[in-house]
T-cell receptor
């Protein structure tokens, strides 16, 4: 079927290269941030999170950077693999319950 | 790994009809959520539900929407009189505690098409 996000910004990277996906958030009160991956036909999947008292957090092959001064998040994926192809969203959590998602970036990994 | 299950995966309905989207959250989770994603747009928060009542809702969640936990396992979103602009993917999510990132799990979504 038709996939969501047809008009998303797209980042194309060669397999094995590093990917950097950026996100600007809106609410200065947000103190918790998450990157999600969404594959076609699936719901968002948690990748990595970071609290506002940190500026960097590393996971397996992924790193999230937070710049509170300019309200900017980035997701770095090392040695990008074909299975990394998906839409990536950042989410900010300004309160208790709801997540505010960014527009998303489509990552295409070229063989 | 525990999953949030949504049914149906795709529903087509006539404008003006009522639809009920169904979700089975993860069994030990206490917080439940609905989000929607219009084609090509952001995932948007609709509502959160805890202790059998709405804890927060967005401006999208107007009087035509309602949520219910009719039994110990299901969590439903009802749209009373569907409009064309209700066509979207609807995601259910659940979490063990409020705002918990890693444990905040999304289902695969129901694609609602209003014709």
């Amino acid at each position: 079927g038709e996939s969501v996000g047809l008009h998303l910004p797209t980042l194309s990277v060669q397999e094995g290269d590093n990917s950097i996906i950026n996100c600007a958030y809106s609410n200065s009160a947000s103190d918790y941030f998450i990157w999600y991956k969404q594959e076609s036909g699936k719901g968002p999947q948690f990748i990595i999170d970071i609290r506002s008292n940190m500026d960097k957090r590393q996971g397996q092959r992924v790193t999230v950077l937070l710049n509170k001064t300019v309200k900017h998040l980035s997701l770095q994926i090392a040695a990008t693999q074909p299975g990394d192809s998906a839409v990536y969203f950042c989410a900010e959590i300004p309160g208790t319950y709801k997540y505010i998602f960014g527009t998303g970036t489509r990552l295409k990994v070229l063989a | 790994e525990p999953e949030v299950t949504q049914t149906p995966s795709h529903q087509v309905t006539q404008m003006g009809q009522e639809v009920i989207l169904r979700c089975v959250p993860i069994s030990n989770h206490l917080y439940f959520y609905w989000y929607r994603q219009i084609l090509g747009q952001k995932v948007e928060f609709l509502v959160s539900f805890y202790n059998n009542e709405i804890s927060e809702k967005s401006e999208i969640f107007d009087d035509q929407f309602s949520v219910e936990r009719p039994d110990g396992s299901n969590f439903t979103l009802k749209i009373r009189s569907t409009k064309l602009e209700d066509s979207a993917m609807y995601f259910c999510a659940s979490s063990e505690s409020a705002g918990q990132g890693r444990g905040y799990t999304f289902g695969s979504g129901t694609r609602l098409t209003v014709v």
